[in-house]
């Protein structure tokens, strides 16, 4: 687009989809970082499509009235937290508006939605975070202004959005209990007193790669840490001085992953100390969370999001419900004791084992669990031979439904399709596609990730 091009003085006038300030520039929607309505900024136009513009502010001439002072320290070098300067009362309503956006605009959908449900507690609200090692600490611009030489660039934290090789050191990050934060900095210090080589992810090299801590309502703690280099000694050393400096911590864990990414779903995860395994409770039902298992992050929300679904399908103890993209099975076991059936359909092969294994903890005869793609493993034959549906609940990933899973389940045709979403954009998208044969009753935000953008989204449709 040749030279880019500063516009001053622009009033950021709304909030987008994706959390980005939104204002119009010569007529076209744009799009700017790090705003939100009511801030007068200077605004640099890094890309220009044929349709909007996207931008950063250069300078802030005036702050919305709306924004507050981070408790943070790491705030605005971290992008975990991105909206924590802005009044909490205020991001609901931002994420209100992101779901009403969504709705209207490409779900065409004009139904009113509920009000957003918020956070009782807005720090310290996850129960996993993970952790990375790196040997090239980000700098901050006060740092590499300063001249100062650093010999230790070792850093244990999080990734710098637009840099996949840049760490942020955190020294205290407010998102998980405290324990968090005393195994992050103990097994830091440990690393460099004891010369442990951190990750260098361009060369592929050192010991040291990844640290998730899980936590659960009851007390648990999970350490699941992840190793590039197989060093028996080093490993060793690590792991049992974490085990002296933390009795408490009930699963202690470690993978050796050598591969060019950091997903260790398909490596054997070794359990050096304790069990292996975390429980957690959701009401009346027993979960046991192991180092691979997918657990909704913020537990008390989910308490209230499950809820929602329940009241949404108002159960009579009849029905046979669905439960697509089910996880360890958290919704459908939640829900098993209230309906005669429950089926649940899972693509990663472990998430269906953990759900049969807490089907057993719980004493449910009446929940099954398959293991298989969705738009694969949902057809008429799956649908005979397990009774077709009254309800269909599904809490798809951010891409949201396949179109061949949207078509088998206007097929199936259920009474009542319970859609949980972590996107509502692409979740408007499906709904849409269903209205000819569905009427949308009720739509409820949930905010299950305070400081963040993010919004979780129940809609409930009924066969017309």
């Given at each position: 687009m040749g030279r880019k091009k500063v516009f001053e003085q622009v009033a950021i006038s709304d909030i987008a989809p994706e959390g980005k300030g939104f204002t119009r520039i010569d007529g076209k929607a744009t799009f700017v970082e790090k705003t939100v309505p009511g801030d007068i900024v200077d605004v640099l136009v890094t890309r220009k499509k044929k349709d909007f513009l996207i931008g950063r502010p250069l300078k802030f001439h005036q702050y919305s009235d709306h924004r507050d002072k981070a408790d943070c320290e790491?705030?605005?070098?971290?992008?975990?937290?991105?909206?924590?300067?802005?009044?909490?009362?205020?991001?609901?309503?931002?994420?209100?508006?992101?779901?009403?956006?969504?709705?209207?605009?490409?779900?065409?959908?004009?139904?009113?939605?509920?009000?957003?449900?918020?956070?009782?507690?807005?720090?310290?609200?996850?129960?996993?975070?993970?952790?990375?090692?790196?040997?090239?600490r980000w700098l901050t611009n006060e740092e590499i202004k300063s001249d100062k030489v650093y010999d230790n660039k070792n850093a244990l934290g999080f990734h710098i959005a637009g840099h996949f090789d840049k760490v942020l050191d955190i020294n205290e990050c407010h998102l998980q209990d405290d324990i968090s934060n005393e195994v992050r900095l103990a097994t830091r210090k440990y690393a460099i007193e004891n010369g442990l080589t951190f990750f260098d992810i361009i060369n592929?090299?050192?010991?040291?790669?990844?640290?998730?801590?899980?936590?659960?309502?009851?007390?648990?703690?999970?350490?699941?840490?992840?190793?590039f280099e197989n060093d028996n000694k080093n490993i060793g050393g690590l792991l049992d001085h974490i085990i002296q400096l933390f009795p408490q911590i009930n699963s202690i864990n470690y993978v050796i992953n050598s591969k060019k990414n950091d997903s260790i779903y398909d490596l054997e995860i070794i359990n050096y100390h304790g069990s292996a395994y975390i429980e957690e409770k959701l009401e009346g039902i027993t979960f046991r969370i192991r180092p691979k298992?997918?657990?909704?992050?913020?537990?008390?929300?989910?308490?209230?999001?499950?809820?929602?679904?329940?009241?949404?399908?108002?159960?009579?103890?009849?029905?046979?419900?669905?439960?697509?993209?089910?996880?360890?099975?958290s919704i459908a076991l939640f829900i098993a004791n209230s309906c005669k059936k429950v089926v649940g359909i899972e693509q990663i092969e472990m998430a269906i084992k953990d759900a049969k294994e807490n089907t057993s903890l719980n004493n449910i005869d009446h929940a099954y669990f398959?293991?298989?793609?969705?738009?694969?493993?949902?057809?008429d034959e799956f649908v005979e031979k397990?009774?077709?549906?009254?309800?269909?609940?599904?809490?798809?990933?951010?891409?949201?439904?396949?179109?061949?899973?949207?078509?088998?389940?206007?097929?199936?045709?259920?009474?009542?399709?319970?859609?949980?979403?972590?996107?509502?954009?692409?979740?408007?998208?499906?709904?849409?596609?269903?209205?000819?044969?569905?009427?949308?009753?009720?739509?409820?935000?949930?905010?299950?990730?305070?400081h963040t953008h993010h919004v979780e989204n129940v809609a409930l449709m009924e066969l017309r």
């Open positions: 790491h705030f605005g070098h971290c992008g975990g937290c991105k909206w924590q300067d802005i009044q909490y009362e205020q991001q609901l309503l931002y994420k209100q508006s992101i779901v009403e956006q969504a709705m209207s605009r490409i779900g065409k959908i004009q139904h009113p939605i509920n009000k957003i449900i918020g956070c009782k507690k807005i720090f310290r609200y996850r129960n996993k975070l993970e952790y990375t090692f790196s040997n090239k592929q090299t050192g010991l040291l790669r990844n640290l998730t801590v899980r936590t659960s309502s009851l007390g648990e703690a999970m350490l699941i840490f992840s190793f298992s997918f657990f909704q992050t913020n537990t008390t929300q989910t308490l209230e999001l499950y809820g929602i679904v329940r009241e949404m399908a108002t159960l009579k103890g009849d029905e046979i419900v669905y439960d697509l993209y089910t996880g360890l099975g398959y293991a298989g793609d969705t738009k694969d493993l949902l057809t397990n009774g077709n549906p009254d309800i269909l609940i599904v809490d798809p990933p951010r891409a949201g439904l396949h179109a061949d899973v949207v078509q088998q389940i206007v097929h199936m045709a259920p009474k009542k399709v319970i859609y949980v979403s972590c996107n509502p954009s692409t979740q408007a998208r499906d709904i849409n596609l269903m209205l000819a044969k569905y009427t949308v009753k009720e739509l409820q935000p949930v905010d299950m990730f305070p």
